[in-house]
């Protein structure tokens, strides 16, 4: 309290943001009971900040970056719902490495407050392989934000400038927030809807990768704990597994502009050959014979600095040719086309109309499986939007 006292009385500013999302605030396995102690501390610096906003005659505001749900934020001892109900925050930022944002449930705990949500997003603490994806990924993450309700949008390491050959993406942020302001176009810009992995970023500074996954007790903020890929399917070909796509774009309102609407599909075959990690440079080995070609799951990429670089490409083990025939998946329970197979991907023609704005429920299946085999599992799924130029 003392150094954002300090920082507070000798600066003009608008305002601060306390980042509970940087590292341990409270001991892990037991913070929720110790949650007090975080709320008596947003206390006292709210009552400071008003004083000095009643001095200078001007607003002093305050945020606070939590996790992306009410249950991660009980997680890490941040109650949250306390904090909304004595006013003790004017904006909430929610999320770190998450794309999937419960805007829902932050908007029912501030309600008839004057509090603004702001989901977060991060292109370095990433989601797990989405770090300085496609823009089309960015926008999809946008517009369903935008259709659940947030108030604005925090983004978080995004270059502000170009740093050398090796960091070409900083053209990719500019343009991102070209696209973000220009409402004019918004409505027919290629987008990408994506089912988030658990894990992400930093590889395991502060917890596991999901290719070796086991559950952390602290950081929630860091995790994407509950996101649910990947996630074996049942080799009796009985259950599907059930994922929530989001789709933030309306469809079915703009169904004449769509030129084409396609769900992708990543699996992995531990059957076939385990995961391979490999250095940015390397080339992968060859995949055994009849399978299809390989993919990669996460691309995470650092130049080097000080001497040191961090750098990995996770390709998948694909499974056999003839997997397209194997593999049924359903969009709100209407069964897809039969898929074809490109750059190592089941790719599944969508109609427009199948979608639902909001959350949509995709079903996978596989049949013919030896029950004795272990299971495929799903990395990654995928829904790509592209209109049609006006």
């Known amino acids: 309290f003392r150094n954002l006292r300090e920082v507070v009385e000798r600066y003009d500013f608008d305002g601060i943001e306390l980042d509970f999302a940087r590292g341990l605030v409270l001991?892990?396995?037991?913070?929720?009971?110790?949650?007090?102690?975080?709320?008596?501390?947003?206390?006292?610096?709210?009552?400071?900040?008003?004083?000095?906003?009643?001095?200078?005659?001007?607003?002093?505001?305050?945020?606070?970056?939590?996790?992306?749900?009410?249950?991660?934020?009980?997680?890490?001892?941040?109650d949250v719902e306390t904090w909304?109900?004595?006013?003790?925050?004017?904006?909430?930022?929610?999320?770190?490495?998450?794309?999937?944002?419960?805007?829902?449930?932050?908007?029912?705990?501030?309600?008839?407050?004057?509090?603004?949500?702001?989901?977060?997003?991060?292109?370095?603490?990433?989601?797990?392989?989405?770090?300085?994806?496609?823009?089309?990924?960015?926008?999809?993450?946008?517009?369903?934000?935008?259709?659940?309700?947030?108030?604005?949008?925090?983004?978080?390491?995004?270059?502000?400038?170009?740093?050398?050959?090796?960091?070409?993406?900083?053209?990719?942020h500019r343009q991102f927030y070209r696209d973000i302001s220009d409402s004019d176009r918004w409505d027919r810009l290629a987008k990408t809807f994506v089912v988030q992995r658990h894990g992400g970023g930093h590889g395991t500074i502060v917890h596991p990768n999901p290719e070796d996954w086991s559950t952390p007790r602290a950081l929630f903020a860091n995790t994407n704990l509950l996101s649910p890929l990947p996630v074996p399917l049942d080799n009796l070909g009985k259950a599907d597994v059930l994922l929530a796509l989001r789709v933030g774009d309306d469809l079915q309102a703009h169904a004449d502009r769509v030129e084409s609407l396609e769900l992708w599909l990543l699996l992995h075959d531990s059957n076939l050959g385990p995961y391979l990690n490999v250095p940015r440079y390397d080339q992968p080995s060859a995949v055994g014979d009849g399978q299809i070609e390989r993919a990669v799951i996460r691309d995470w990429f650092i130049p080097e600095r000080k001497g040191k670089s961090n750098e990995n490409f996770l390709y998948n083990s694909p499974p056999q040719q003839g997997i397209e025939n194997q593999v049924e998946v359903r969009v709100n329970n209407l069964l897809l086309p039969t898929p074809e197979v490109r750059a190592g991907w089941l790719i599944f023609p969508v109609a427009a109309d199948m979608c639902a704005g909001g959350e949509n429920l995709v079903g996978v299946r596989v049949k013919g499986r030896d029950p004795s085999a272990r299971p495929l599992s799903v990395e990654k799924l995928e829904l790509r939007l592209r209109y049609r130029e006006p």
């Open 27 to 78: 001991p892990p396995g037991e913070a929720w009971q110790n949650r007090h102690h975080v709320t008596d501390f947003m206390r006292q610096l709210r009552r400071f900040l008003l004083e000095v906003e009643a001095r200078r005659e001007k607003p002093f505001l305050l945020a606070a970056r939590v996790p992306e749900n009410l249950m991660g934020c009980h997680f890490d001892g941040l």
């Open 84 to 172: 909304a109900q004595e006013q003790l925050v004017d904006i909430l930022v929610m999320g770190c490495r998450s794309l999937e944002v419960d805007v829902a449930a932050f908007r029912q705990i501030t309600a008839g407050k004057t509090i603004r949500l702001f989901p977060a997003l991060d292109d370095h603490h990433s989601s797990d392989g989405y770090c300085t994806p496609e823009i089309e990924v960015f926008r999809g993450v946008v517009s369903n934000w935008r259709q659940q309700g947030a108030d604005g949008l925090q983004t978080f390491n995004f270059a502000y400038g170009p740093r050398g050959e090796d960091e070409p993406w900083w053209e990719m």
